[in-house]
T-cell receptor
Framework: AQKITQTQPGMFVQEKEAVTLDCTYD???????LFWYKQPSSGEMIFLIY??????QNATEGRYSLNFQKARKSANLVISASQLGDSAMYFC???????????FGAGTTVTVRA | DVKVTQSSRYLVKRTGEKVFLECVQD?????MFWYRQDPGLGLRLIYF???????EKGDIPEGYSVSREKKERFSLILESASTNQTSMYLC?????????????FGPGTRLTVL
């Protein structure tokens, strides 16, 4: 069974600084996808970034980058140059190649301070 | 852009009522999903559908049923609402089954059962 672990329930970060959100996963399938979503207080889940298990390079999307360490089964999200609008809950998720289902971690709340 | 809409943002119902939550996507996606989100538990899959009239149970299907009569619409039904079904309900859709495939979410429905 898949399992996603996010060990940081909440984090504070100063505006313009970088923040790293931890995510570890467990799967026996060699082919899988890793996703990060942002959920602001409005409730909508917003897709941020994707990393495939066979991708050689770490994924980047604007200020978001994914630090993928396959041997350690970790997929940490790095948000650079934090903005006040980055305050939200962030979820790590994974899906195996032959599965429809996304498995989610419990989430990390990020609060950006001015 | 993918657009997933849900019929209500907020809903208040009484114990024992039959509740319908509607979800519509406009991108001709094959797959649709219903999740519930509770504090500290992340998102848990209730049901999903990979084609019209097809459905599969997720992790927590008890107390729920679904209907997919048209490709763009996926309904979640609480046959007899109970207070432990008070939660945030999120609908999602995705194009196909590839592990690279992103699930896109609607804005969510906050259901309160009194």
């Amino acid at each position: 069974a898949q399992k996603i672990t996010q060990t940081q329930p909440g984090m504070f970060v100063q505006e313009k600084e970088a923040v790293t959100l931890d995510c570890t996963y467990d799967t026996s399938d060699p082919s899988y996808g890793l996703f990060w979503y942002k959920q602001p207080s409005s409730g909508e889940m917003i897709f941020l970034i994707y990393q495939g298990s066979y991708d050689q390079q770490n994924a980047t999307e604007g200020r978001y980058s994914l630090n993928f360490q396959k041997a350690r089964k970790s997929a940490n999200l790095v948000i650079s140059a934090s903005q006040l609008g980055d305050s939200a809950m962030y979820f790590c998720a994974m899906r195996d190649a032959n599965d429809y289902k996304l498995s989610f971690g419990a989430g990390t709340t990020v609060t950006v301070r001015a | 852009d993918v657009k997933v809409t849900q019929s209500s943002r907020y809903l208040v119902k009484r114990t024992g009522e039959k509740v319908f939550l509607e979800c519509v996507q406009d991108m001709d996606h094959e797959n649709m999903f219903w999740y519930r989100q509770d504090p500290g538990l992340g998102l848990r899959l209730i049901y999903f559908s990979y084609d019209v009239k097809m459905k599969e149970k997720g992790d927590i299907p008890e107390g729920y049923s679904v209907s997919r009569e048209k490709k763009e619409r996926f309904s979640l039904i609480l046959e007899s609402a109970s207070t432990n079904q008070t939660s945030m309900y999120l609908c999602a859709s995705s194009l196909d089954r590839a592990s690279t495939d992103t699930q896109y979410f609607g804005p969510g429905t906050r259901l309160t059962v009194l």
